[in-house]
């Protein structure tokens, strides 16, 4: 029995769906079937159907009428069903379907009293259940005029029609029913791109909505506005967002979602001014856009201004004069960035513009909500694009203009060491000239001049291979070995799994730790021998450079009344601690260590310095 049941449900929805398959893909059954009508035309608000029934031949054809509507025209409409009759008289309540106008009454006859029922979109809009369909506005074959008429009282206030293109339709409730419960497949197809619309329309709302939270750049608001706004101009009947906002359609409701359009526009400006840089990049074209902005914020709160005192022309003019502006500076913004556009993210202006154009004009001329969907989908699409791009090229110059600090920052640490070694060079060249020792004063001279040259020649790199780097410190060392008459001995070594002639260290590094294990280690030496080690090495990501010395150690060197106390305190330490943690050293740059034998007396420092490996 169960099992019957429910084959008996099952056979009963297919052969609905089949009914509403059929019935909906009909012209008859999404629409009706079309009704003839006539019209008198009268601004006399005070006018009563009863006056015009005393004589109806003041109602002429739809086609008599040669002028466009205007908002304070009041238009009767007298519809003829008598050729449907038949058809009425198998049911008793029908649907007169139309497009709404702002101003609608539609009139009864109750027994011979005639009874008004105010329907209007901005007075009392019929409820839908269909997303889709405006139901329609029920009557009965009893309520007919003369067993034939319907009456209906309208004013067109939002834009101007020909009457000649009115269409009144009439459908039976069975049908009705059926075509708010079932999708056609051209239902499905006018639903689809507009929820594609509204997924991409509300992804990009939140997503410049959060980069503008995260880095404060203003034309990521503009665009989260842009976006949210297309979203409530486009949507309102699919999402009831009239109901949701207003409790209903109505004219607060329509003010509010016309002023949008207006909004769109301004903000796709202020957009534009901030993505390109106008200000700076291009100032005649910024100043156009400032001059559009302020336009549109006169236009924004002139309209809601007509709109809210009832100036239903004004309002159509002051709209087709921003279009027709709006159309114009498009038109050739978009030439002028083509042509004196620095870069590409002009290029996605134009593109974008040119999406959001055509769909725009393909609404306002075709009538179809459709083509301005598609351009404002793919509009949005090219900015995302835009926006990345432009993200990507600004992260790009940052790490350009990083790494220039961080190259002038290493140059200026530098230079703080080569004054350094130059004044202790000179002071030594004066030191043996002040002894009278010629022969030994030129020949440090001459050293040193091949030294400084080299130096100079070197000032513009950051980096030098390890040779060069070990040929300045040799150099140097035989510098200061005369400067000293051979106080001491020196060796520097490179392990055989490190080229010397291919890796690369930052210039000059090693010179103050090798000046410092001289002057403050070896020399203060009494007996001999009085050794300087420098050792090279590495491991996978790192270079090893060993600066080892026999000398008196570090505390020994820091006692008061040493011979070499009153030096003046070298920087150079401090200065290349800088420089290596500049290269992106995280543990400890460089390691000393105080050398000490069995009996705890120090018997030299050795300094490791680390170095990445480039």
Same mark, same amino acid.
């Given at each position: 029995?169960?099992?019957?049941?429910?084959?008996?449900?099952?056979?009963?929805?297919?052969?609905?769906?089949?009914?509403?398959?059929?019935?909906?893909?009909?012209?008859?059954?999404?629409?009706?079937?079309?009704?003839?009508?006539?019209?008198?035309?009268?601004?006399?608000?005070?006018?009563?159907?009863?006056?015009?029934?005393?004589?109806?031949?003041?109602?002429?054809?739809?086609?008599?009428?040669?002028?466009?509507?205007?908002?304070?025209?009041?238009?009767?409409?007298?519809?003829?069903?008598?050729?449907?009759?038949?058809?009425?008289?198998?049911?008793?309540?029908?649907?007169?379907?139309?497009?709404?106008?702002?101003?609608?009454?539609?009139?009864?006859?109750?027994?011979?009293?005639?009874?008004?029922?105010?329907?209007?979109?901005?007075?009392?809009?019929?409820?839908?259940?269909?997303?889709?369909?405006?139901?329609?506005?029920?009557?009965?074959?009893?309520?007919?005029?003369?067993?034939?008429?319907?009456?209906?009282?309208?004013?067109?206030?939002?834009?101007?029609?020909?009457?000649?293109?009115?269409?009144?339709?009439?459908?039976?409730?069975?049908?009705?029913?059926?075509?708010?419960?079932?999708?056609?497949?051209?239902?499905?197809?006018?639903?689809?791109?507009?929820?594609?619309?509204?997924?991409?329309?509300?992804?990009?709302?939140?997503?410049? @909505?959060?980069? #503008?939270?995260?880095?404060?750049?203003?034309?990521?608001?503009?665009? !989260? %506005?842009?976006? $949210? +706004? *297309?979203?409530?101009?486009?949507?309102?009947?699919?999402?009831?967002?009239?109901?949701?906002?207003?409790?209903?359609?109505?004219?607060?409701?329509?003010?509010?979602?016309?002023?949008?359009?207006?909004?769109?526009?301004?903000?796709?400006?202020?957009?534009?001014?901030?993505?390109?840089?106008?200000?700076?990049?291009?100032?005649?074209?910024?100043?156009?856009?400032?001059?559009?902005?302020?336009?549109?914020?006169?236009?924004?709160?002139?309209?809601?201004?007509?709109?809210?005192?009832?100036?239903?022309?004004?309002?159509?003019?002051?709209?087709?004069?921003?279009?027709?502006?709006?159309?114009?500076?498009?038109?050739?913004?978009?030439?002028?960035?083509?042509?004196?556009?620095?870069?590409? @993210?002009?290029? #996605?202006?134009?593109?974008?513009?040119?999406?959001?154009?055509?769909? !725009? %004009?393909?609404? $306002? +001329? *075709?009538?179809?909500?459709?083509?301005?969907?598609?351009?404002?989908?793919?509009?949005?699409?090219?900015?995302?694009?835009?926006?990345?791009?432009?993200?990507?090229?600004?992260?790009?110059?940052?790490?350009?203009?990083?790494?220039?600090?961080?190259?002038?920052?290493?140059?200026?640490?530098?230079?703080?060491?080569?004054?350094?070694?130059?004044?202790?060079?000179?002071?030594?060249?004066?030191?043996?000239?002040?002894?009278?020792?010629?022969?030994?004063?030129?020949?440090?001279?001459?050293?040193?001049?091949?030294?400084?040259?080299?130096?100079?020649?070197?000032?513009?790199?950051?980096?030098?291979?390890?040779?060069?780097?070990?040929?300045?410190?040799?150099?140097?060392?035989?510098?200061?070995?005369?400067? #000293?008459?051979?106080?001491?001995?020196?060796?520097?070594?490179?392990?055989?799994?490190?080229?010397?002639?291919?890796?690369?260290?930052?210039?000059?590094?090693?010179?103050?730790?090798?000046?410092?294990?001289?002057?403050?280690?070896?020399?203060?030496?009494?007996?001999?021998?009085?050794?300087?080690?420098?050792?090279?090495?590495?491991?996978?990501?790192?270079?090893?450079?060993?600066?080892?010395?026999?000398?008196?150690?570090?505390?020994?060197?820091?006692?008061?009344?040493?011979?070499?106390?009153?030096?003046?305190?070298?920087?150079?330490?401090?200065?290349?601690?800088?420089?290596?943690?500049?290269?992106?050293?995280?543990?400890?740059?460089?390691?000393?260590?105080?050398?000490?034998?069995?009996?705890?007396?120090?018997?030299?420092?050795?300094?490791?310095?680390?170095?990445?490996?480039?």
């Amino acid at each position: 029995m169960r099992r019957t049941n429910k084959n008996i449900i099952l056979i009963q929805m297919l052969l609905w769906s089949m009914i509403a398959f059929t019935q909906s893909n009909t012209m008859f059954s999404r629409a009706g079937k079309t009704l003839p009508f006539k019209l008198y035309k009268t601004e006399d608000s005070n006018l009563k159907l009863q006056d015009l029934l005393k004589d109806t031949s003041r109602f002429k054809s739809p086609d008599a009428f040669s002028e466009k509507t205007k908002p304070e025209d009041i238009y009767w409409v007298q519809i003829d069903v008598k050729d449907e009759l038949s058809t009425l008289s198998k049911d008793s309540i029908w649907y007169l379907r139309y497009r709404l106008f702002e101003y609608t009454s539609i009139f009864y006859n109750k027994n011979g009293i005639v009874d008004e029922n105010i329907i209007g979109s901005f007075e009392n809009r019929p409820k839908q259940r269909s997303i889709l369909f405006f139901p329609g506005i029920p009557f009965s074959p009893e309520n007919l005029f003369e067993d034939r008429y319907i009456y209906l009282k309208v004013q067109r206030c939002i834009f101007f029609s020909n009457t000649s293109d009115w269409k009144f339709l009439y459908i039976s409730q069975n049908q009705m029913e059926l075509i708010q419960r079932f999708y056609s497949k051209r239902d499905i197809n006018r639903l689809v791109p507009i929820h594609l619309f509204t997924g991409i329309c509300l992804v990009m709302f939140l997503f410049t @909505l959060m980069f #503008f939270i995260y880095s404060k750049r203003i034309e990521f608001f503009y665009y !989260a %506005l842009y976006t $949210l +706004f *297309l979203f409530l101009y486009l949507t309102p009947d699919i999402f009831k967002l009239h109901d949701l906002f207003f409790g209903g359609y109505g004219l607060a409701s329509y003010t509010f979602f016309q002023v949008t359009q207006v909004a769109i526009n301004l903000c796709y400006i202020l957009f534009v001014m901030y993505y390109l840089n106008t200000k700076t990049e291009y100032p005649k074209l910024h100043i156009a856009l400032k001059a559009i902005a302020y336009m549109l914020v006169v236009v924004l709160v002139a309209d809601a201004v007509f709109l809210g005192t009832k100036q239903f022309t004004l309002h159509i003019y002051i709209l087709d004069i921003e279009r027709l502006i709006m159309s114009v500076f498009g038109l050739a913004g978009m030439i002028y960035l083509l042509f004196k556009g620095k870069n590409k @993210l002009a290029y #996605f202006v134009v593109i974008g513009s040119f999406l959001y154009m055509a769909g !725009a %004009l393909g609404f $306002l +001329f *075709l009538g179809g909500r459709i083509y301005m969907i598609a351009g404002s989908a793919f509009e949005i699409l090219i900015f995302a694009a835009g926006l990345t791009y432009k993200i990507q090229q600004e992260y790009k110059e940052k790490l350009q203009f990083q790494q220039e600090a961080f190259l002038n920052k290493t140059k200026a640490l530098r230079a703080q060491i080569n004054p350094h070694f130059i004044f202790n060079s000179l002071s030594s060249i004066q030191h043996l000239v002040t002894k009278n020792d010629k022969v030994s004063a030129l020949k440090y001279l001459s050293k040193f001049s091949r030294l400084t040259r080299n130096i100079l020649e070197s000032s513009i790199e950051t980096n030098v291979v390890l040779n060069d780097e070990i040929k300045m410190l040799k150099d140097y060392l035989e510098l200061e070995s005369l400067r #000293f008459d051979n106080a001491f001995n020196y060796d520097i070594s490179v392990d055989e799994d490190l080229d010397e002639y291919s890796v690369e260290i930052p210039f000059m590094l090693l010179q103050p730790f090798v000046e410092n294990a001289i002057i403050h280690g070896l020399l203060p030496k009494t007996d001999d021998p009085k050794a300087l080690k420098i050792q090279f090495s590495k491991d996978d990501t790192l270079i090893f450079c060993e600066v080892d010395d026999n000398g008196i150690g570090r505390k020994a060197a820091e006692e008061k009344g040493h011979i070499h106390k009153r030096e003046k305190k070298s920087r150079g330490l401090e200065v290349t601690k800088q420089r290596l943690e500049s290269l992106g050293i995280t543990t400890e740059p460089i390691e000393i260590i105080d050398k000490m034998d069995s009996n705890g007396k120090a018997i030299g420092t050795k300094v490791i310095i680390k170095i990445p490996i480039k």
